[in-house]
């Protein structure tokens, strides 16, 4: 079920810009991407003993995992009515990988992590792609949003093999899992929110 009306929204009311977030751009990055079926075990087993009518075919990533860290757009004013510029890099809207990186330890003793998920296929898999922004307002300077996206994955059996346990239960913590996980992919960008269009 997709919940196509669903979105999180983040907007700058002065300049127009606007990130957001909806499951439709998510889905076009996950097609795009196009990871291959996770294995199950129990599958395997499920697949011996079904028979031929009765098995169903999944050639395709139904853990839907997408590479998707938001969308932008910034929304221009003029005296001809009101119009959108679209996508990233496009525009006045543009990430630029840099080297700064968000001080968590400094925002997690005042603010909590509002949005959070990860995937487990017990017995299996391990995946976690987050995607943080941060940005300090009320400077003198222009706005600048920093994006850090981080993909960790390891299978279980890889954890076993480093000491880490076996047993799914003693992975319900998204904070120990992540200490746990290798990185895949690390990328830090900002966007410098652009003036009042």
Not at 134 to 147: A, M, Q
Not at 165 to 182: E, G, M
């Amino acid at each position: 079920m997709i919940f196509g009306d669903s979105s999180l929204i983040l907007k700058h009311s002065d300049s127009g810009t606007k990130i957001h977030f909806n499951a439709f751009d998510a889905l076009v990055g996950w097609k795009q991407e196009a990871l291959p079926p996770v294995e199950v075990p129990a599958a395997a087993k499920w697949k011996f003993r079904s028979k031929p009518f009765q098995q169903v075919i999944l050639d395709y990533d139904y853990t839907f995992t997408t590479p998707y860290c938001g969308s932008g757009t910034v929304e221009i004013n003029s005296e001809h009515g009101r119009g959108a510029i679209s996508g990233e890099g496009s525009g006045n809207l543009h990430w630029e990988d840099c080297e700064e990186q968000i001080d968590v330890v400094a925002l997690a003793s005042k603010e909590p992590i509002l949005f959070y998920d990860e995937l487990r296929v017990d017995g299996v898999l391990m995946r976690l792609r987050d995607t943080r922004m941060h940005c300090v307002f009320g400077c003198s300077t222009k706005p600048v949003i920093t994006r850090e996206s981080c993909w960790r994955e390891a299978t279980f059996q890889a954890l076993s093999s480093k000491g880490y346990p076996v047993d799914s239960a003693a992975y319900n913590d998204p904070s120990a899992i992540s200490q746990w996980l290798p990185i895949v992919l690390h990328r830090t960008q900002k966007l410098i929110v652009p003036n009042k269009m």
